[in-house]
């Protein structure tokens, strides 16, 4: 899924389920629209009311503490809705990660 391994997609997962105030995370750009390539970057966008800047810089160390191959961009949709790539989240966005 993505060009991910399950075990990548897992991992990410994982650290999302930490975060209370994460409800659902989007994946878009290339990996969604499937024209990556082998190192491609993964693009998410995080979704949730009470998600802070602290929760996304806490995120993000926690992606980089996996050590994983790919250079993973995070950023809390509510600071892009109304940008371009905000438009282009809500084109093209599909879910990765929702709050049990």
């Not at 930490?18 to 693009?43: A, C, H, T, W």
């Not at 602290?54 to 992606?63: A, P, Y």
Request: contains cysteine; proline residues 2%; negative net charge.
């Amino acid at each position: 899924m993505f060009g991910l391994s399950d075990e990548v997609i897992v991992d990410l997962r994982a650290v999302f389920r930490q975060y209370p105030n994460v409800q659902e995370v989007l994946i878009f750009g290339s990996r969604m629209k499937g024209d990556y390539r082998n190192g491609s970057d993964i693009d998410l966008a995080i979704k949730g009311d009470n998600t802070t800047f602290g929760d996304l810089m806490d995120i993000s160390c926690d992606i980089d503490d996996l050590g994983l191959l790919y250079k993973v961009d995070v950023l809390l949709y509510t600071q892009e809705k109304e940008t371009p790539v905000g438009q282009q989240i809500d084109a093209t966005g599909k879910l990765f990660y929702r709050k049990d």
